[in-house]
């Protein structure tokens, strides 16, 4: 699909039609590598060095304040090593789910307090907002507060916090949407999206055209006409547009079924852990695809306000890429230790006793 939705693009800016291709190809094959080697490692070492990953994102997240590179107006959100260019950002989701698992852990019977059940949490949490607000990166960042609440929600966190949360939310967001403009302007193309065909508008309104013109059966792979740079980010944050195109309604929906599919997969490796800090990890890390998969087609089909969240494993990013492959590499270890079934009674030697 990346092939499909670039080519176009590769070669009228880059000069060549497999360009992003064959970057992606590369960042696929070492995934896979990344995820073998994920799956073999003990989940009691993600635990030990969860800490020291988070403070290395966090250093990470400054310095793409300073150094980071991004595409124009203002916005960085990208470290650009020469050799390869990582975006931070991906980093902090898995972060947050592998810290605030042991955590959770740690504080199991105070999680209903104040001072262990929403203190600690709420810390990293808005560290971590700042460094993306000010990149800025909204969709990372309400996306990483999500995963963040369902997390303290699965570990005991009381109910009352959680309607507090998210009074002190909506307050913030409303000062947000005074202090970054676009964000009220997204919000206005959003609930009209022709209003402004040729400004913020133009984007949802071609991915909009793109699935309409799909059908049932789609105009067969290949064969977009959006993508002939009608359609911005084709190959990336809206390549689902391009997926309804090409595969049409029917298959857009055997995709999403298996996104279902190994969404629940991930729940079930999660409610067969044989411990806590396991079952944490693994239901995190399915929230985690299971958010960024309705979120992104959410976007696409203009339901919910513009904003740039990539779908797992179609979109076109290497970091992305391989931190997904990465945690699909954890849960396998989750799943290597799961054990199933009930042992067998061993068989006793029976004594005979001669009289």
Request: charged fraction near 10%; charge should be positive.
């Amino acid at each position: 699909m990346v092939l499909s939705a670039s080519f176009v693009r590769a070669y009228y800016t880059e000069g060549s039609a497999t360009y992003y291709f064959v970057r992606q190809l590369i960042f696929a094959v070492s995934g896979v590598v990344i995820m073998l080697t994920a799956s073999r490692l003990p989940v009691s070492v993600y635990r030990r060095f969860s800490y020291a990953f988070l403070a290395a994102t966090l250093v990470l997240l400054l310095l793409v304040l300073f150094i980071g590179v991004g595409t124009g107006g203002g916005v960085r959100r990208w470290l650009d090593f020469g050799f390869v260019t990582v975006q931070p950002s991906e980093f902090a989701k898995l972060a947050v789910i592998l810290v605030f698992a042991d955590m959770i852990c740690r504080y199991r019977s105070y999680m209903g307090t104040f001072q262990y059940g929403i203190l600690p949490f709420a810390v990293i949490l808005v560290l971590i907002a700042v460094l993306l607000v000010l990149q800025p990166h909204m969709s990372a960042t309400i996306i990483i507060f999500a995963i963040g609440a369902v997390m303290m929600f699965m570990g005991g966190t009381r109910l009352i916090w959680f309607i507090a949360g998210g009074s002190v939310l909506v307050i913030a967001f409303t000062a947000i949407t005074v202090l970054f403009p676009y964000v009220s302007t997204r919000i206005t193309t959003w609930l009209d999206p022709w209003s402004n065909l040729q400004g913020d508008g133009y984007q949802i309104v071609q991915s909009i055209y793109a699935i309409s013109s799909g059908g049932l059966f789609g105009l067969g792979l290949g064969n977009s006409r959006q993508k002939y740079l009608y359609l911005p980010e084709e190959h990336n944050d809206f390549i689902f547009a391009v997926v309804c195109e090409e595969l049409g309604f029917v298959g857009a929906v055997a995709i999403l079924i298996l996104f279902a599919l190994l969404i629940c997969r991930g729940y079930w490796i999660a409610f067969h852990c044989r411990d806590r800090y396991h079952f944490l990890v693994a239901a995190g890390i399915s929230t985690l695809l299971a958010l960024q998969v309705i979120l992104n087609v959410a976007v696409v089909t203009n339901t919910i306000p513009c904003t740039g969240i990539s779908l797992p494993f179609f979109s076109y990013g290497g970091t992305a890429l391989w931190i997904e492959l990465g945690e699909m590499g954890i849960l396998l270890s989750i799943s290597r230790e799961i054990v199933t079934g009930s042992p067998k009674p061993k068989k006793r030697q029976q004594e005979r006793i001669k009289i």
